[in-house]
């Protein structure tokens, strides 16, 4: 069965950084867009960054522009999130999903989804 996991999450500071992880097993990501989701308490999943299989496109959500960076090391078969000025806003379980398209998608377009990464930011 396809795989994606998460890790990196945790409780950091406002103002930290952390760095997410997706890594794929029993499948290549080499083909597939990759999007970062999140969820808060009480509230609906909301896309958070996305990039295109080649990684030469990527999109980001308006609250998290300038300070998200997300890339990809297909060779690792891993994608990542660069979170920096973290804000108690972005508390939420982080998603990554892969989409069979190559370029960003809606979330309904995205086939495989890892189980989530809680990050908390808190002082």
């Known amino acids: 069965q396809l795989q994606l996991v998460e890790s990196g999450g945790g409780l950091v500071q406002p103002g930290g950084s952390l760095r997410l992880s997706c890594a794929a097993s029993?499948?290549?990501?080499?083909?597939?867009?990759v999007g970062w989701f999140r969820q808060a308490p009480g509230k609906e999943r909301e896309g958070v960054s996305c990039i295109s299989s080649s990684g030469g496109s990527t999109n980001y959500a308006d609250s998290v522009k300038g300070r998200f960076t997300i890339s990809r090391d297909n060779a690792k078969n891993t994608v990542y999130l660069q979170m920096n000025s973290l804000k108690p806003e972005d508390t939420g379980i982080y998603y990554c999903?892969?989409?069979?398209?190559?370029?960003?998608?809606?979330?309904?377009?995205?086939?495989?989804w890892g189980q989530g990464t809680q990050v908390t930011v808190s002082s």
């Open positions: 029993r499948f290549t990501l080499d083909y597939y867009a």
């Open positions: 999903a892969a989409s069979t398209y190559s370029y960003c998608v809606n979330a309904r377009h995205y086939d495989y």
